[in-house]
């Protein structure tokens, strides 16, 4: 099997044509013949062997040999050979006609004409094919000397033909420009779609330049034929030099055969035209091929299309089997996917139009068998089994080949209840019929559920996110969701609040309100309007504590604590992320940070505590704006008074008798001011002495203590805006 791309093998007596083309007599003289080989083909497609990139070859050369019945012509470009050959039915010789149906050389059945095309790739295995002689003779010795001739060959499984014209020694219409070929026949094409691009060259064997003015297209069916480009008409051609126009075949929607013609304009020598020859590849083809979620013949993936640049069929087979093979892009970028569909009946059976029940795996000799071979398939192993029905099913009467098929289908990889279903039509008299399953009229079967939802708080106190993974189904079409207050989710697509519906797989949801719970269902909706099963998710009220002092001392780190509370469990929020911000009167910058809450191991469960020093009161507040399954909240701003600060020492323990010395310094100076110490006794706190504060607000008070436990604090009166200073206790044990 071969690989053919679009290539003009192209060669004049005596002429060397190729990236450059060379005239091949320095006078310039007027030739009388010429002599060369075209072919192009529809499709890059490989059924075997390794693909080959089709080139226009230069400094090629033509040959022929044989004899009346087998004619083969060589032509080679960059020691690369290749060979065409055509032979009449065995016993007879080739004439003027056409011969249809005609069959490998080598293998050819009795009374069928026979053709070959081979090359460095190799050749077909096994093909179809018709050429058409135009003109033959035969020089005295018997050999072949003049000849033209177009040909058509096909590869079975091959998605397309590889056609072309020979000449040799065929007399040009205009001895000073040649243009090459005769005719540019079209492969068959389907519509919407584009041919290969045919290269139609234009030679100057006059001594002069020639100067192209136009390049056009002409006849009834020019508007089914594109002029990609051409190289004439920017520079005159030079004298032994060539040009090329580049044309391809766009059907559009119309199946009718097309004809025109390439028309070089030049105003010394006149115009000079190239017949063009298309047809459209008949019937309708197109295919649509879709998993079940959970199959593993074909996946969760749709495959379906019609032919294209970039899309591929090929159907083939015998009376009972038959192949399909397409080659498209994967549902994923930069990946092309094979398919290879296959529909048997035991030996000496035939298919027909029909049911066919009960199918086991493709080529089972107990009955019907239906296999699909995909090229990311997870059942490469495992037999399949199904059903299928033909619709329509036709052979060739003389060549055997087939001609049309319409079939659905449906197969199962081992025991697994899912499937691949399917609907093929190649070159088929009427549209594919619908296939079964997702997406289908008789599609009564919602999408997956979509998968890990989950909800939690957002960036802001008052936002929800939502997460999900969609159903992997191939006919789902969005996902909705709906919300209800509280721990209760919608019970169904009509209750509750409808809060998103599309296709994508998060959503923040703005304007909740702070320590209220919120519950959501998310459902999958296809394209046949079927509800999958909900999902669900919810998201707990919170509620955040703010521990502070009665009074923050002044200039000295202090921590403020906080706690979130889960409304819903009434437990503490662990590992909770909260923002502490503390903010002076009369400015709008907010300071602090942040600190988690304690979790088990911490020793502080549920609690998050953060550092502060302030000069001033300020406004403070904490803010927790939510996590997994829960929503955020924030205190109320309060305004956090100011105590002076202190930094100082005392003595803890004595032996009786010694002398006790509590001292420190005030923060800030407030020099003159009185500072008190206090003695707790009877359950009281008693005057025990007090001073006043030095220059630099510094105190010291030293005293002997007898044996005993002595309980002191310090207390200064509020000033100069700040509250009272009390201190904590200050035990002295004496012993």
Known sequence: MINRRSATLAAATAIAIGGGWAAPLASHADITTVSYVTALASD???????????????????????????????????????????????????????????????SRDAGRPGIDVSGPWGACNSLTGNFVVSDLHLSDAGGVDRLRLHYEETCLGATGALVGEVAINEAPADPTVVTIPETVVFPPTYVDTASASAEVPLVNEGATPLAVSAVTIGGADAAKFKLLGNSCVAAPVQAGSACLARIAFTPGEDRAAAAASVVFTDDSTGPHSVALSATVQPGYT???????????????????????????????????????????????????????????????????????????DAGSTAGPGVNLDY?????????????????ELTFDSDSGGLTALAVTFETHCGSNPAAAYGSIAWHATNPAAERAGPGSSSDTSGPGTPAN?????????????????????????????????????????????????????????TGRIPGRSYSYSIWGVDTRGNWSVPAHASVHGTVTILALPKAAPYGVYWNAAAEVIDLVTGKAVLRAPVHFGARYPGTTKWFGGSANTGDLGSGRVGVSIF??????????????????????????????PLSPGLVGSYIGSLSPGGTEKISGTILPNLAGQRIYLQRHSGGV???????????????????????????????????????????????VYVR
């Not at 294209?308 to 083939?316: E, G, H, K, L, N």
């Not at 015998?318 to 970028?333: C, D, L, M």
């Not at 939502?466 to 209760?488: F, K």
């Not at 803010?623 to 997994?628: M, S």
């Open 44 to 106: 890059t497609s490989v059924v075997h062997g390794t693909p080959i990139e089709w080139w226009t070859p230069g400094g090629g050369a033509v040959s022929v040999s044989g004899d009346a019945a087998t004619v083969v012509v060589s032509t080679s470009r960059n020691s690369e050979n290749y060979t065409f050959t055509f032979a009449a039915a065995q016993g007879q010789d080739l004439a003027v006609g056409s011969y249809a149906s005609a069959q490998k050389v080598s």
């Open 286 to 360: 197109s295919w649509d091929m879709a998993g079940d979620r959970d199959d593993t013949v074909l996946g969760p993936l749709s495959v379906e299309g019609t032919p294209s640049a970039t899309d591929t069929i090929a159907a083939y087979g015998t009376p009972n089997s038959v192949t399909v093979r397409i080659v498209a892009p994967r549902p994923y970028p930069y990946e092309q996917g094979t398919s290879l569909a296959r529909f048997t009946v035991p030996d000496g059976q035939a298919l027909a139009p029909g049911d066919y029940s009960n199918a086991a």
């Open 375 to 391: 090229t990311w398939s997870q059942c490469p192993g495992d037999p399949q089994h199904g059903s299928f029905h033909i619709d």
């Open 453 to 509: 939802a989950r909800g939690g708080g957002g960036v802001k106190v008052g936002y929800v996110h939502l997460w999900w993974l969609n159903p992997p189904d191939i006919d789902w079409e969005r996902t909705v969701i709906r919300e209800a207050v509280g721990t209760t989710p919608p019970a169904s697509p009509t209750s509750g609040t409808l809060v998103y519906s599309g296709r994508g797989s998060a959503a923040t949801l």
């Open 611 to 640: 550092p502060f020093l302030l000069k001033h009161s300020a406004y403070m507040h904490a803010v927790y704006y939510g996590g997994p399954g829960v929503g955020g909240s924030s205190t109320a701003t309060v305004l956090e």
């Open 685 to 731: 706190w008693l005057p025990f002495k007090s001073m006043v504060l030095s220059s630099k607000s510094t105190f010291g008070f030293a005293f002997p203590l007898s044996a005993g436990t002595y309980t002191f604090r310090l207390y200064m009166a509020a000033v100069h805006g700040f509250k009272p200073l009390v201190t904590s206790s200050i035990i």
